[in-house]
């Protein structure tokens, strides 16, 4: 078997917070091969931000932490890098489109500025050429008067046009990976379709892609494989084709159930009841136990870990261990 490109294993981010410690991210493992993308997927406050967090170390600390775990990218674990690697590895290597587009500009310096110091950080090239090739990948991603734009600062500049720049930054180094963090949802729809496009044209590059949305239906046209997240764990993870045509988990087949585009009879389109608890008490044993209609004793006592339910497909649900681990 070829070693994925970024292995993600039993990684783990606590929060020290004034209100208590909790974990937000607790023993995750997926991994991308190359030019696969994986869709990351689950309700707000799941855990999947402060798993890219994780993976880029960009996790703030304090509150955060990262309690435990092993990320292999390129045959060096992220975990053990110095700060100068990081910055080395990140942008270049492994580059991020985050939720919040003002967390990756600077406010103090002019767009064409970032973006020449971005380029000529990673490589030899004169400031000229660097930007010329900034003003490209403005244009590319769609930015009216890019020349013009290349003299702002972000905040004369709108929403839309901040998450454009952002993009432009980092496909622009044509990274291995990209981890894509809702990257559209500021964005109108024929803006999204144009990042999209841009993306889909990178994986044929052989770029590798980790997209986080809460839009099952981006997930279906664009990723390869879907990992579903829980309240802070994985819960399922599989091709596109088995996790959206047979959901194993209860709580990826509810996901889906509640999605009006998927569901083929919209009388029985339905929300999963009751609430996702707060990560201050997750419950001992599986986490989505209070909302599952097939709660054993078990799933209260005991953490159900991913195990096979086909080829290349995994979920973390007792229903799929039988009658002895059940009652073991
Ligand atoms: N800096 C922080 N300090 C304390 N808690 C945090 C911090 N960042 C995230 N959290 C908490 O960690 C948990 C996971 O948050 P995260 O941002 O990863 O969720 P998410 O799945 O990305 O949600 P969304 O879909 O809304 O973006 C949440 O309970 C959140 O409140
Ligand atoms: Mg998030």
Redesign the pocket.
């Known amino acids: 078997m070829i070693a994925p490109l970024i292995d993600i294993q039993h990684l783990s ?1 606590r ?1 020290d ?1 004034d209100e208590g410690s ?1 974990h ?2 607790d023993d995750v493992s997926f991994s991308i091969g190359r030019g696969e993308s994986v869709g990351l997927v ?12 994780g993976i880029t170390r960009l ?2 600390s304090p ?2 932490h990262i309690s435990s775990g092993r990320i292999l990218f390129d045959n060096m674990d992220l975990l053990l890098q110095k700060p100068a690697v990081l910055r080395q590895v990140r942008g270049a290597a492994i580059s991020m489109i985050f ?1 919040e587009p003002l967390s990756a500009l600077s406010p103090l310096h002019r767009i064409g500025r970032q973006m020449v110091e971005g380029i000529r950080f990673h490589r030899d090239v004169s400031n000229k050429e660097a930007w010329a090739y900034a003003r490209e990948w403005l244009s590319k991603v769609g930015l009216p008067d890019a020349e013009e734009r290349m003299y702002a600062y972000p905040f004369q500049l709108s929403g839309g046009m901040q998450q454009r720049i952002m993009i432009a930054m980092a496909l622009m180094l044509s990274p291995s990976l990209v981890i894509a ?2 990257p559209t949802t500021a964005l109108d729809v024929t803006t999204q379709a144009q990042i999209f496009s841009l993306i889909r044209e990178m994986k044929q590059n052989d770029t590798s892609l980790l997209l ?1 949305t ?1 839009d099952m239906g981006v997930v279906w046209e664009m990723c390869d494989r879907v990992s579903v ?1 829980y309240a ?1 764990r994985i819960v399922e993870s599989g091709s596109r084709q088995d996790v959206f045509n047979r959901p194993a988990h209860p709580y990826t087949t509810g996901l889906l159930a509640a999605i009006p585009r998927l569901s083929v009879d919209k009388t029985r389109l339905q929300a999963i009841p009751g609430q996702v608890p ?2 201050f008490d997750y419950p001992r044993g599986c986490h989505f136990q209070d909302r599952c209609e097939h709660v054993f004793d078990v799933c209260r006592e005991n953490t159900p870990e991913l195990r096979s339910v086909g080829e290349g497909h995994f979920a973390a649900c007792f229903l799929y261990r039988g009658e002895d681990a059940r009652n073991a």
């Open positions: 981010v929060f917070t909790f937000a991210v689950g309700e707000s406050g799941c855990g999947k931000s402060v798993t890219a967090l996790i703030p509150p955060g939720q963090d809702e986080i809460h997240m802070s707060s990560p």
